[in-house]
């Protein structure tokens, strides 16, 4: 069957996503609580199962704690570092602004890092010349799923003694050299934002090994309420509580929960999904001179999040495309022409050469699991006849 529109994306809601909303619902506990608890278990669970990494079979090593977006889960992390006014973050220009935006909160700087332009993930041969005194974290994004070269990064932040908080909003599930991506960084943040491999509507994970980052960001998200002596000195349910930070109101609800607990048990499909979305892509635009296809790294796994091609005509192509029915997008408007930021961080366009090439050729097409065939060649019909 085909589709007179062709979404750019659509989430996958099965009945068996329904009847779990329906259920927490009726359970009578429709904020944080029981769904939740569920859903940072079977996460951490996921992360850990997937690894021959021995070090983390015991999850109690492993904290996933859930917020209502990514955006919170990046803020809690760099809150739980220590991150402090005219602090710097290296990151990509190549992101969402979600990944600068957070710095800023602090009145800290987000040091903005050329991307390659294969991958088009942080350059890491450009970090170091960025590095100050002041330079308390780097924020790897893993572009359209792909992991960026941890190793390198790992390398320089030990050398420097800095953090590395993951972007991992289109990371799951990604592998880099066979390990799952949330094992890796010091804090790792995924988002189940309703575009996102996983959606849960809005949401965010943050996960980590350091039980003192995990206990920070979990009373953080709830206003830096402490249960702690709650929990020594009182029978549970009692109505004492410790405020012992300044913290936020970032936490989820059961609703969202148990709208995760389903996703988590089909995402492993619905990669298998956009896998074979993506390879027939890659199939069909081989042989076309005019259209780049993604550049995937031998020891890298994607999660297809994103199918980002790249043309010479992108205005004009993407024009097309939505003439024919097809939407098309962009990812991303890089950081450092936002007006805002060009404003107050005083960032110049021509030091990050390769981020403009990316983001004037990029195009993202259409990728997921309810994504029919037919629209698929139609798609591909369609590109066929539009790029340049
Ligand atoms: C979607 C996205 C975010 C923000 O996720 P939310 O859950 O909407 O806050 C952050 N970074 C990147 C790279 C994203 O694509």
């Known amino acids: 069957m085909r589709n007179k529109n062709i979404l750019f994306h659509k989430t996958h809601i099965g009945q068996e996503e329904i009847d779990a909303v329906v259920e927490a619902m009726k359970s009578g506990w429709v904020t944080m609580g029981p769904k939740t608890i569920e859903f940072e278990r079977v996460f951490s669970e996921y992360i850990f199962k997937n690894t021959d990494?021995?070090?983390?079979?015991?999850?109690?090593?492993l904290h996933s704690v859930s917020c209502n977006s990514a955006t919170a889960a990046l803020h809690l992390a760099l809150k739980a570092i220590g991150l402090k006014k005219d602090d710097?973050?290296?990151?990509?220009?190549?992101?969402?602004?979600?990944?600068?935006?957070?710095?800023?909160?602090?009145?800290?700087?987000?040091?903005?890092?050329?991307?390659?332009?294969?991958?088009?993930?942080?350059?890491c041969s450009k970090i170091e010349a960025l590095i100050t005194p002041k330079t308390k974290a780097i924020m790897p994004v893993h572009f359209a799923g792909q992991p960026?070269?941890?190793?390198?990064?790992?390398?320089?932040?030990k050398k420097h003694n800095i953090k590395i908080i993951e972007d991992a909003a289109h990371a799951l599930p990604s592998k880099y050299k066979g390990q799952l991506v949330g094992q890796i960084g010091d804090i790792t943040c995924f988002s189940f934002y309703a575009t996102k491999t996983l959606s849960t509507g809005e949401g965010g994970m943050a996960v980590t090994k350091n039980p003192d980052f995990a206990k920070s960001m979990r009373i953080n998200r709830l206003h830096g309420i402490s249960r702690d002596a709650w929990d020594r000195y009182t029978s549970k349910?009692?109505?004492?509580?410790?405020?012992?930070?300044?913290?936020?109101?970032?936490?989820?609800?059961?609703?969202?929960?148990?709208?995760?607990?389903?996703?988590l048990k089909k995402l492993e499909w619905m990669k298998e999904q956009r896998e074979k979305i993506?390879?027939?892509?890659?199939?069909?635009?081989?042989?076309?001179?005019?259209?780049?296809?993604p550049f995937i790294k031998e020891d890298r796994e994607t999660s297809w999040h994103l199918y980002v091609i790249k043309v010479s005509n992108r205005n004009e192509f993407i024009e097309n495309l939505k003439k024919e029915g097809v939407n098309a997008s962009v990812h991303f408007i890089p950081v450092h022409k936002q007006p805002y930021y060009k404003n107050k961080y005083n960032y110049q366009d021509s030091d990050y050469p390769v981020a403009n090439k990316v983001y004037e050729e990029s195009v993202s097409l259409p990728i997921y699991p309810d994504l029919s065939e037919d629209d698929l060649e139609y798609i591909i019909e369609k590109v066929i006849k539009y790029a340049k």
């Open 237 to 263: 349910g009692s109505w004492f509580y410790e405020v012992v930070d300044n913290g936020y109101k970032y936490n989820t609800t059961d609703l969202n929960s148990a709208l995760g607990i389903v996703q």
């Open 148 to 157: 960026c070269d941890m190793d390198k990064i790992i390398q320089i932040a």
């Open 88 to 123: 710097e973050v290296i990151l990509p220009t190549n992101t969402f602004i979600a990944t600068a935006e957070v710095v800023g909160y602090f009145d800290a700087k987000p040091v903005l890092c050329d991307v390659e332009y294969d991958t088009h993930n942080i350059d």
């Open 53 to 61: 990494n021995q070090i983390l079979l015991n999850t109690d090593f």
């Open 278 to 293: 993506a390879n027939r892509y890659n199939e069909a635009f081989e042989k076309i001179d005019h259209v780049v296809t």
